[in-house]
């Protein structure tokens, strides 16, 4: 019972963050760039990053928790390569999630709270590419899961 509610926490964590990726890369930021000038568009990716990364400041921690739960009950050297390569890209993946959260939001909200259009683009631009990274990982990691076992 407890492997089983720890793998569906690892699960619903970790859907919610690949999930979320995928949602706001592939339909969130191609509508509002297609529906929205720059000084409306920037302000709803800045809000809509703010509640998603809030989100994954719990869900991160409960995927990498949740996760070496799991692993530590068959032990390290008895893992499946899968699950190796999980906590390598999952790791990764908190780093990405950390410089996004903690560096570059703090930067876009400065920058639309300034009406800084240009210089919020950019840092968008630098979190979109990071979120594109990240979800690339999130698919291998999930694939690693899989076809690793």
Do not use: E, K
């Amino acid at each position: 019972m407890w492997r089983s509610t720890l793998l569906l926490i690892h699960l619903l964590a970790a859907m919610a963050w690949v999930g979320g990726m995928f949602f706001a890369h592939f339909c969130l930021r191609p509508a509002a760039v297609q529906t929205l000038t720059p000084p409306q568009r920037l302000p709803l990716m800045r809000a809509a990053l703010s509640h998603f990364l809030r989100a994954l400041a719990i869900a991160v921690p409960l995927v990498l928790l949740s996760g070496l739960a799991l692993l530590s009950t068959v032990r390290m050297a008895h893992a499946p390569w899968g699950w190796h390569a999980m906590l390598a890209s999952g790791s990764v993946m908190a780093g990405i999630y950390a410089v996004i959260h903690l560096r570059l939001l703090p930067r876009l909200r400065a920058h639309c709270d300034a009406g800084d259009w240009p210089a919020a683009a950019q840092v968008l631009n630098s979190i979109r590419r990071l979120v594109a990274l990240n979800l690339g990982l999130g698919i291998l990691t999930v694939a690693a899961a899989i076809l690793g076992r």
